[in-house]
């Protein structure tokens, strides 16, 4: 420390006489650092602690007198040695603006290397000296400092302590409660009034006022455990429920102890309170879920499995076929279903998913209209129907062919759905006999499930088909919530009722 450099700042515009200063002062010892100009100086100051600055008088831009003052506007430098050195102005006028901006000396040109040295010596050891005071001050401060905390320390560690808890119990929807078990005093923490859901400076806590907040159904539960204190039961866990004033069940779990003096007689019962409500909710959010998932899986299966048993071929390879292309179908809504969280899926997703296996035909196909959110049972029963309409067209109609033509358009015409199946360009179309089992199943579903119609106009230039969907019966609504999903469950059951429907022609 007492032989640690100083920084000493040499302040001239010409570079001959900075190298002469540095020359005289080499043999202090110190970190000389030069600057050519005043500017070259305010920035060195901004960034560095200087003991003594050697500056001359008579510079461009920025003479001496003015760097000076600017150096003494800042805090830092308010006592910092300056040092002025001129050949000019000398006269006792221009040594009192030197002092009164701040120099501490006045060095005439030539400069008496001896005296020079002699003068910033004494100047760098009192920077020196100065700062090992301020330092033996400081550890002196840091000493009572430490001393004063060792006093605090125990009071600080305890209340640090209690807020951390504090903290835990609040984040964690946690309170805790003491119970002095011989004069019947009660205390609760801020977490166990705002678990209860009441105001701590207006509610009294004692066995009358808690009682009205406890569930019925888990009241006797809670009086037993309090009973088996009694009966050498040292700790107890429960789940119970809550009646805020408000009229709010709340699910909590509590952990109690009991403390015991030298006697082994209960004293003290102290425990924490828990609101898992949520946790609860989720459960049973999880619990509907897998029963709907199930629920669903098994319909799906059914569906499947009538698919399989009602679909016709003319031979195994066509048989396979059908039965694969409607299984598929099935299997693309209910991906795209499950994307969505089973909360919707739209009309071009429905569209572009059965056109996908046809996309080399390019300009053969052309599909558009409004953006349709479609509710998962309503998007099954169109995808099915969507299936046979190309599947049809595909062996038999515009997508048969290159020259074949297919446009789908729909739009929304006083909150019904409308979709226009047109096929042109495509072999010459007879108006069948009798109606096939996809032609049936559209129908079927289309007018059976979502209180529809479906019409088909066998053009000889190709098949015109006409899907109405009333969105009042909620074709277009988005649903709120998974539970209110499990109607699509049960209308896997009617679409398979309708396949059956169409497979005995009726």
Not at 28 to 42: Q, Y
Not at 350 to 375: K, T
């Amino acid at each position: 420390m007492d032989n640690e450099k100083v920084n000493i700042l040499l302040v001239d515009d010409q570079p001959a006489k900075l190298l002469a200063y540095e020359v005289i002062l080499k043999e202090l010892g110190e970190n000389l650092i030069v600057a050519e100009s005043g500017r070259e100086a305010l920035e060195f100051l901004l960034k560095n602690e200087v003991a003594v600055i050697l500056v001359d008088v008579c510079m461009p831009e920025l003479d001496g007198f003015e760097l000076a003052a600017m150096i003494r506007e800042h805090p830092r430098f308010q006592k910092t040695a300056m040092i002025f050195i001129s050949a000019i102005q000398v006269s006792d006028l221009d040594r009192l603006r030197g002092y009164a901006m701040g120099a501490v000396d006045y060095v005439p040109v030539p400069v008496i290397p001896e005296v020079l040295r002699a003068k910033i010596r004494v100047f760098a050891e009192l920077y020196r000296k100065t700062r090992q005071l301020e330092r033996f001050n400081a550890e002196l401060e840091d000493r009572v400092r430490a001393r004063t905390r060792e006093l605090e320390e125990s009071n600080a560690m305890l209340l640090q302590s209690e807020q951390r808890r504090s903290l835990a119990l609040a984040a964690g929807k946690m309170g805790s409660w003491d119970w002095d078990w011989i004069n019947g005093d009660w205390m609760w923490d801020e977490g166990q009034f705002r678990i209860f859901g009441v105001d701590p400076k207006t509610f009294v806590v004692s066995p009358a006022n808690v009682q009205p907040l406890l569930h019925p159904d888990d009241f006797d539960e809670l009086l037993e455990a309090i009973d088996n204190f009694n009966k050498g039961v040292r700790s107890y866990e429960t789940e119970f429920r809550i009646v805020r004033p408000d009229g709010e069940i709340r699910w909590c779990a509590g952990t109690a102890a009991a403390t015991l003096d030298k006697s082994g007689r209960v004293i003290r019962v102290s425990g924490v309170t828990v609101d898992i409500t949520e946790r609860k909710r989720a459960e049973e959010r999880q619990n509907l879920l897998t029963r709907e998932v199930d629920h669903r899986a098994k319909n799906a299966l059914a569906l499947a499995q009538s698919i399989v048993r009602l679909t016709r071929g003319d031979d195994v390879k066509d048989y396979i076929q059908a039965v694969e292309g409607r299984i598929s179908a099935l299997a693309r809504v209910h991906t795209i279903l499950s994307l969505s969280s089973w909360q919707g899926a739209e009309l071009a997703k429905l569209v572009d998913e059965e056109l996908a296996p046809y996309a080399s035909m390019g300009d053969q196909i052309a599909f558009s209209g409004a953006n349709v959110q479609l509710q998962p049972a309503t998007a099954q029963t169109l995808a099915m129907a969507l299936h046979e309409l190309v599947t049809n067209s595909a062996k038999y109609g515009a997508l048969s062919t290159l020259a074949g033509r297919l446009t789908i358009k729909w739009e929304i015409v006083a909150d019904v759905l409308q979709i226009l199946w047109e096929e042109r360009d495509g072999p010459c179309v007879d108006k069948p006999v009798t109606r096939g089992f996809g032609t049936k199943s559209v129908i079927a579903s289309i007018e059976s499930q979502l209180g529809g119609r479906a019409d088909f106009d066998w053009r000889s230039e190709g098949l015109v088909c006409r899907l109405s969907v009333p969105l009042m019966h909620g074709g277009a609504a988005r649903q709120p919530a998974f539970r209110q999903s499990l109607p699509v469950a049960a209308n896997l059951e009617t679409l398979r009722a309708d396949l059956i429907r169409a497979a005995a022609g009726e």
